[in-house]
């Protein structure tokens, strides 16, 4: 079955601009989550969206939010981009239950 | 507040080395333990994962962890490296008291070169 398919996978943007990522998820994966990933800071976690609902959040600004379709389908932006901001971002679909995560191959974002 | 840490930033290994990579959380209560490895331009994959049960996991590709609830640790483990195996490492741990198990706190990554 297809994996976890994010876009687009690569983008560039300027300070001060928003960006909005996509993430389908394996099909009957109810849950996504993202993550950021940096050279200095790894992977960390942003938040976890459970049939429409956010269910946990990590500890990025209110610059970062998320959103979850029917579809399950899941996007999550960045407004007034910074510098620090340029990182891969990584969507990551379960079954809702626990159990491991499926990633995909990351949107990597460029904010000059 | 939750950590997780992995002590190799960096392993060199030549092939037919045996390989032992560590991790240790900050505390106890539940947990779930996973090991993923980072392949070169290659997404995320799960190694092996411990839930409950026997403390020795076995993953792919002959990786095995063990948990050792008493040193909060759960180190990687593979008798006989190969070349294919060169990539990236992290631990990750998914603490009950998150409320969800898809919130997972990463280590910081072993990257491990094997070399022929």
């Known amino acids: 079955k297809a994996g976890v398919t994010q876009t687009p996978r690569y983008l560039i943007k300027t300070r001060g601009q928003q960006v909005t990522l996509s993430c389908s998820p394996i099909?009957?994966?109810?849950?996504v989550s993202w993550y950021q990933q940096t050279p200095g800071q790894g992977l960390q976690f942003l938040f976890e969206?459970?049939?429409?609902?956010?269910?946990n959040k990590g500890n990025f600004p209110g610059r970062f939010s998320g959103r979850q379709f029917s579809n399950s389908r899941s996007e999550m932006n960045v407004s007034t981009l910074e510098l620090g901001d340029s990182a891969l971002y990584l969507c990551?679909?379960?079954?809702?239950?626990?159990?491991?995560?499926?990633f995909g191959e990351g949107s990597r974002l460029t904010v000059l | 507040a939750q950590s997780v840490s992995q002590h190799n930033h960096h392993v060199i290994l030549s092939e037919a080395a045996s390989l032992e990579l560590g991790c240790n959380y900050s505390?106890?209560?539940?947990?779930?333990l996973f090991w993923y490895v980072q392949y070169p331009g290659q997404h995320l994959q799960l190694l092996l994962k411990?839930?409950?049960?026997?403390?020795l996991v076995k993953g792919i590709k002959g990786f095995e962890a063990e948990f050792i609830k008493s040193k909060f640790s759960f180190n990687l483990r593979k008798p006989s490296v190969q070349w294919s195996d060169t990539a990236e490492y992290f631990c990750?741990?998914?603490?009950?008291?998150?409320?969800?198990?898809?919130?997972?706190?990463f280590g910081t990554g072993t990257r491990l070169q094997v070399t022929l």
């Open positions: 990551a679909s379960t079954r809702g239950g626990g159990g491991e995560l499926f």
């Open positions: 099909s009957g994966h109810r849950s």
């Open positions: 969206y459970f049939s429409e609902t956010q269910r």
């Open positions: 505390y106890g209560g539940t947990v779930n």
């Open positions: 411990y839930f409950s049960g026997d403390p």
């Open positions: 990750a741990v998914g603490w009950e008291v998150t409320g969800t198990a898809s919130k997972l706190t």
